[in-house]
T-cell receptor, first 116, second 112 residues
Framework: DAGVIQSPRHEVTEMGQEVTLRCKPISGHDYLFWYRQTMMRGLELLIYFNNNVPIDDSGMPEDRFSAKMPNASFSTLKIQPSEPRDSAVYFC??????????????FGEGSRLTVL | QKEVEQNSGPLSVPEGAIASLNCTYSDRGSQSFFWYRQYSGKSPELIMSIYSNGDKEDGRFTAQLNKASQYVSLLIRDSQPSDSATYLCAVNWGTGFQKLVFGTGTRLLVSP
């Protein structure tokens, strides 16, 4: 059974460019989370969805960041325009109700973003 | 004050020893506590969860929770070099279980 699939695995871009990160959750999971990980700040929750609806986006750093989940099998995180301080590993994770209530999240392999 | 605090380490222990990892949290309303393990360059994976005060054992791992002190720990007995990784403490935030706040992690090094 496939796990959470993220793309691209690595992205190098220049400041000011638009970046789109993609995620396919595990089939049947109804929760989807976007996290960002840096050495200084650790793993930060940006936004999460339940049944494709954004529930909490309080972790989204600013208006340059946006996330969508048009259907149960796909989500995007977009940064426009990108800045060097956005450089981080972005993780997508999914879960279903029972697992979400036990804190078990299934993480994708992450997308490493470098903004020059 | 950070919401979830961990010593960044590294914590170095010899093979076969007990590794003790600690975590404190600031939200007294938190009800669920988790330990995730993250190998270098990989994604986090859940290894332990605990919800009640006291100890919970699973194989070589023991999680300990003290809500009055807002403290949670992870003990790894008979540490193996394969246990070398970063251990992330996570705590649920707010009323739901779904929102997890992670500490920055403690790096554990187990030497042969």
């Amino acid at each position: 059974d496939a796990g959470v699939i993220q793309s691209p695995r690595h992205e190098v871009t220049e400041m000011g460019q638009e970046v789109t990160l993609r995620c396919k959750p595990i089939s049947g999971h109804d929760y989807l989370f976007w996290y960002r990980q840096t050495m200084m700040r650790g793993l930060e929750l940006l936004i999460y969805f339940n049944n494709n609806v954004p529930i909490d986006d309080s972790g989204m750093p600013e208006d340059r960041f946006s996330a969508k989940m048009p259907n149960a099998s796909f989500s995007t995180l977009k940064i426009q325009p990108s800045e060097p301080r956005d450089s981080a590993v972005y993780f997508c994770a999914s879960s279903y109700q029972g697992q979400a209530n036990t804190g078990e999240l299934f993480f994708g392999e992450g997308s490493r973003l470098t903004v020059l | 004050q950070k919401e979830v605090e961990q010593n960044s380490g590294p914590l170095s222990v010899p093979e076969g020893a007990i590794a003790s990892l600690n975590c404190t949290y600031s939200d007294r309303g938190s009800q669920s506590f988790f330990w995730y393990r993250q190998y270098s360059g990989k994604s986090p994976e859940l290894i332990m969860s605990i919800y009640s005060n006291g100890d919970k054992e699973d194989g070589r791992f023991t999680a300990q929770l003290n809500k009055a002190s807002q403290y949670v720990s992870l003990l790894i007995r008979d540490s193996q070099p394969s246990d070398s990784a970063t251990y992330l403490c996570a705590v649920n935030w707010g009323t739901g279980f779904q929102k997890l706040v992670f500490g920055t992690g403690t790096r554990l090094l187990v030497s042969p």
